[in-house]
Each structure stands twice: as structure tokens, then as C-alpha cells.
């Protein structure tokens, strides 16, 4: 049975660095041919797909975060991250990771993913 389950703090000051841990048990991220996305949900709005990661390390991001987003792999901890640099208030929100087979595609419906995490609540305090 694929798990994801994220981690990481759930308070972070305005202007810091924000790092979140996706921690997968069940199959490698080097699966063939999935890929391994951050997605996150903030207060009133809807599901925002921020990035990924896929099998061979390829990494696509939003163009509209690409410029303070960064995505990264553990191998040897069967792990990938997400690091969002000068965060602010705007960045409070659920982020989930998530992941599919097939092409990397910016897609927030549940249902386009086999497998989802359960999300961790981040706030950002000014």
C-alpha cells in the first residue's frame, strides 16, 4: 500500500524559508514513470499545483512560483521536498503531495492522482 505523508513546521515567519518533507512508503519515487507533486489549498480558494518531481528527477514548476520554489529528492530516505523561499501571509495553506503515472501535467483534481497525503497545515505569522 503507497502512503505519502508530508512534515515540516506549521508556523513560519513572513520572509523566511518554508521546507516541506514528503516521506513515501509502499514504492520508490523512482518508479517508473510517476511523478511526485506539491499542491497546496489556501483559506477561501482553490487547489493550487505548485510543482513535481518525477521518477528520473526531471522537475517542472508553476510558472507563477517557479521564481521561489525549489523541489528536491532523497533516494536514500525515499523522500522529496519542497522549499519556498520569502514567504509571506499569501502563503498560509494546506499543502499536500500528491502523486500520478503518466505526464507531468499541473493537475489539482484528487481524482487525477493515485495517490494523495493528507496535508499539513502551514501558517505564515507576520
Known amino acids: 500500500q503507497v502512503q505519502l505523508r508530508e512534515s515540516g513546521p506549521g508556523l513560519v515567519k513572513s520572509s523566511q524559508t518554508l521546507s516541506l518533507t514528503c516521506t513515501v512508503s509502499g514504492t520508490p519515487i523512482t518508479t517508473r514513470y510517476y511523478y511526485w507533486s506539491w499542491i497546496r489549498q489556501s483559506p477561501g480558494k482553490g487547489l493550487e499545483w505548485m510543482g513535481a518531481?518525477?521518477?528520473?528527477?526531471?522537475?517542472v514548476y508553476s510558472p507563477s512560483l517557479k521564481s521561489h520554489t525549489s523541489i528536491s529528492r532523497d533516494l536514500s530516505k525515499n523522500q522529496f521536498s519542497l522549499q519556498l523561499t520569502s514567504v509571506t501571509p499569501e502563503d498560509t495553506a494546506v499543502y499536500y503531495c500528491a502523486s500520478r503515472r503518466g505526464d507531468v501535467l499541473p493537475l489539482v483534481d484528487r481524482e487525477e492522482y493515485d495517490y494523495w497525503g493528507q496535508g499539513t497545515q502551514v501558517t505564515v505569522s507576520t
Open positions: 518531481i518525477g521518477y528520473d528527477g526531471t522537475i
